[in-house]
DNA sequence: TAATATCTGAGTACCGCGTACCCGATTACT
DNA sequence: AGTAATCGGGTACGCGGTACTCAGATATTA
């Protein structure tokens, strides 16, 4: 568990955990559970949304819910699958499916583009995850769902609606990471806690790196504000690109063989 | 240390590190140190390529090297700042800048693209690694070079210029996020180990899923080989399509104000 | 209603890992 | 030669994940 990343626990007992939904326990002997999986797992959210996933420990997620910290172990097998339960847990897009309904592909995948961006917003600690085995729930699913709802009305090869998903995913999520470099407050007490320090920490070093002419092409990008861009502008200029890509391909094949609606 | 992140140690003693040609100590008394900063780097490296990066502890480097744990201590600050230094080393071009030369502006970005998703394939650890806080060294300056060469011969705004490649960078990195799911021998003990393995535990639940019509798209997504699809393949379509949208563009400024070459 | 099987909560302890501290050995400068 | 700084590396501590264990509580079954 030193990398915090999905599918590092057993992914046997995580899908059964995911989708508990799928077999309802009969009643059984001995006492009520005092807590729910769900409960657990959005204490465990809180705490991550707030202090940054290194903060999440099963001690402080115990605690926050005033318990002890093996009890957390009576619902979930262990830290590596209560993490895929919180990825699968807010990765469900819950009401914004029913946004998307009526609105024409593009229009759509920028919904879910932007939508995706907010949601790292939200959680940034989802960036700090390593996403390797994805575990897919109820929750990725749903999220997948809506992305996918985008080619209802249209004839696109599956496959290549998968691509068109997937790079959407690359894009916002390279973005994010690029340029969410946020401040957790889990790190405040380090010796750099805000990201103005951090550049200004590194800007003599980089100052000495062009001065020494290594770096011409990088020497010329020095001037007005080539380097102040938001998440949300580099996300939606990659996106547009993108799309404007995707609806000229569109187009071309409409052209080439004419098709209603 | 639980989160494998750049930027987690001291941000100043990682610049000191990456930057250290800066400063060329004088002699000084007292023995002969017996490694190189580069000797640790590499040997951390070389674990990490093999083993993933939980498995680079400073126990483990130290024995790799044949040294004592703490002596590593006298070379690096700590991890998080040998971490920096593994990002920073592996992420030179180094010989590829030469062979960039001459190319025009579309080539010159998609043997950058194709060449960063070979670096993924060699060492797949990097995906593993929380890349908020970059730490800019040598390393990754000459890789941003790099990128910026395409546009030498253009007249590109230097913003715009940035947007392309973080876009690009995005890409890459996305695709190779989501695709590269890679088996890392590290894990090989674990309860499932290949990726094969990894699919197969999911089938029967994504059946069930599919099957309780809670999700009619991706359940029309069923067909054929929509889901057998490479990093490789993957990266080259949104790539593809996203420099489709930037040539369209560049076209079009370029029937607006007519220029030289 | 009584018996029984099972589950709950939580303290204790162990292990792996990062690293602070310390000491003897070594070597360049004065 | 004397001095002072540096090198190698052993020991030990703290933190975090979690295995083990057991007393007490409780829903089901007869």
New binding site residues.
Partial sequence: ??TPQTGA?DPKRSLELLWREFEPQS?????????TIEQIAEAAVALADRDGIAA?????V?AEL??????L???V????ELLDLMVDIVSDPKEDAARAAGMGWREVLEYVADSTLEFYQAHPWMLEINQRRPVLGPGSLAGYELALTAFERHTIPNREANLIVTAIWSIVTGTALSYMVSDTPAEQGGPVSTEEEWWEAQLPYLERAVASGRFPALGRVQDENAWEIQAQEAMRYALDTFLDGIAARMEASRVERPKTT
């Fill in positions: 568990m030193a626990g009643s059984r002997p001995g006492p009520k559970p005092r807590l999440v420990n099963m001690r402080d115990a005033g318990v002890g910290t093996m009890t172990y009576r619902y097998p262990g830290k590596g």
